[in-house]
C-alpha cells in the first residue's frame, strides 16, 4: 500500500511540476528565420542545347534560429521543377511538407528565380497544415545556395529564410 502511495504522490508531483509547460498554448501569430539543407534527385529532359526541363524530388533537415521556431528540427519533403533556357530560370515551383518533430505537418508553396549552379532567390507561401497548424497561412523569403553535386543526377543545397505566420 505504501508503494501505491508513493507512486501516486510522485505522479501527482511530476504532473503538478510539468502540467503548466504542457498546457502553454501556442502563439497565434510569429516570425522566425531558419537554415534547411537538402539533397534532390533530379531528372533533365534537355530540349535542345540552350533549354532543358528539370524536375526534382528531396528530402532535407531544418534547423531554427531558436528551438522554438515553428520548423525547429523537422524533417522536409520537397517536390518540385523548373524551365532553364541558356543557363537562366524565372519559373522554378514545387511544395514542400516540412514534418514537425510532435507529428504535425506544415505546407508550403515556393517560386524561385536564378541561374543554374548559383544562389536562387524565391518566395515561399505557408499553404497549410494538420494537427494545430490547420488553417495556418504565411509567408517566407528565402535564399538558396548551391553546394556541390555529391552524385550524378542528385544536388546538395542549403536554403536561409526568414518569414511570418498565423493561427486562425
Known amino acids: 500500500m505504501l508503494k501505491k502511495s508513493m507512486v501516486l504522490i510522485l505522479t501527482l508531483l511530476v504532473l ?36 532543358v526541363q528539370i524536375n526534382y524530388e528531396g528530402y532535407g533537415v531544418v534547423v531554427g534560429d531558436t528551438e522554438k521556431s515553428l520548423i525547429h528540427n523537422a524533417s522536409a519533403h520537397v517536390v518540385g521543377g523548373m524551365l532553364v533556357i541558356n543557363g537562366v530560370y524565372e519559373n522554378e515551383s514545387g511544395l514542400i511538407t516540412y514534418n514537425r518533430p510532435d507529428g504535425d505537418k506544415i505546407f508550403v508553396s515556393f517560386k524561385n528565380s536564378g541561374q543554374m549552379g548559383k544562389s536562387a ?40 529564410g526568414e518569414g511570418t505566420w498565423k493561427l486562425p
Do not use: D
Open 16 to 51: 503538478a511540476t510539468t502540467g503548466p509547460g504542457l498546457a502553454e498554448e501556442m502563439a497565434k501569430e510569429g516570425s522566425a528565420s531558419s537554415k534547411a539543407y537538402w539533397i534532390t534527385n533530379m531528372t533533365l529532359l534537355p530540349m535542345g542545347k540552350e533549354i
Open 121 to 160: 532567390k524565391g518566395t515561399g507561401t505557408i499553404v497549410g497544415g494538420t494537427g494545430k497548424f490547420v488553417g495556418i497561412t504565411g509567408t517566407i523569403e528565402h535564399k538558396r545556395y548551391m553546394l556541390p553535386p555529391p552524385a550524378k543526377g542528385v544536388s546538395a543545397s542549403f536554403t536561409v
